[in-house]
């Protein structure tokens, strides 16, 4: 099992670059990192965790820019986002910024995306929260238009692009007409509106903590086989997970082949007792 993990990197923590060489080195698979733009100090939303909302929320680093850094350091690590809140992207940069990651990285970008949770941040981004879902399916639809070989245009709900020149393209390669760009592991609740999203344009689901997998898996499964995709081809990874064996042995008797867990996000040396501690899995 690949053991990736995440971390809200922030101007307080270990840095981008930093990490990423000891990750590599030490044979993890990748790292994958959350967005927040900001987090506006007048919010009603509660934290989904309970309780207060913790200081790294609001000093998350550009994800992009620091996965950047962490390419430009290593050679195989893994480079994903955990997860990009595309409904408060526009899609023709968000496009853009994807494909130069990917293609400057050798293909080593995971596209994890979601839909949020803070309905405030979001308003700031002019997101309609009861329409979010189909505003994020619509734009990966703009995006695969961009990313196409050829020039195509997109005419959606809530966007359009003309036919254009847009370079670099993702290094990855189409896996099907509707899952164009790096891989893409989609973030969110277990749920038909949710499996139906990742059966159309996705790779695989990217759930939160990893619980309940038992019994949603295998539903996704049959929403996977029913939409005609490669039963093989579904890929499963647990987010922000922390370990023990007893739980990675349960995710590998369901096939389940990454697991990304938790690093604090601390400074350099609680980051890397950390990792000494994950050591054990690898």
Do not use: C
């Amino acid at each position: 099992m690949r053991i990736s993990v995440t971390i809200f990197l922030t101007d307080e923590t270990i840095t981008p670059t930093r990490l990423a060489r000891e990750l590599e080195q030490r044979g993890f698979a990748g790292l994958y990192l959350p967005e927040h733009t900001h987090i506006p100090v007048e919010r009603t939303t509660p934290y989904p965790a309970g309780g207060d909302l913790p200081p790294e929320y609001g000093r998350t680093l550009d994800p992009f820019v620091a996965l950047g850094q962490a390419a430009a350091v290593t050679e195989r690590l893994g480079l994903g986002t955990g997860i990009t809140l595309v409904a408060q992207h526009d899609p023709i940069d968000l496009a853009k910024q994807i494909a130069t990651l990917d293609h400057l990285s050798g293909g080593r970008f995971t596209l994890g995306l979601g839909f949020g949770w803070n309905v405030e941040e979001a308003a700031d981004h002019g997101v309609h929260w009861a329409s979010r879902r189909e505003l994020v399916r619509d734009r990966m639809a703009l995006m695969r238009a961009l990313w196409a070989d050829e020039p195509t245009s997109y005419e959606g709900e809530f966007g359009a692009v003309r036919a254009s020149f847009a370079y670099p393209k993702p290094a990855q390669k189409p896996r099907g007409p509707k899952v164009v760009g790096p891989r893409t592991l989609v973030g969110g609740a277990a749920g038909p509106k949710l499996f139906a999203h990742i059966s159309e344009y996705a790779d695989g689901w990217l759930p939160i903590g990893g619980r309940g997998l038992s019994e949603s898996v295998p539903r996704l499964r049959q929403v996977w086989a029913d939409a005609g995709r490669d039963p093989g081809a579904l890929q499963v990874v647990p987010y922000a997970v922390f370990p023990n064996a007893g739980k990675l042995a349960h995710y590998a008797d369901l096939g389940i082949e990454e697991v990304v867990v938790q690093l604090p996000p601390d400074g350099e040396a609680g980051v890397l007792r950390a990792l000494d501690e994950y050591a054990a899995y690898l």
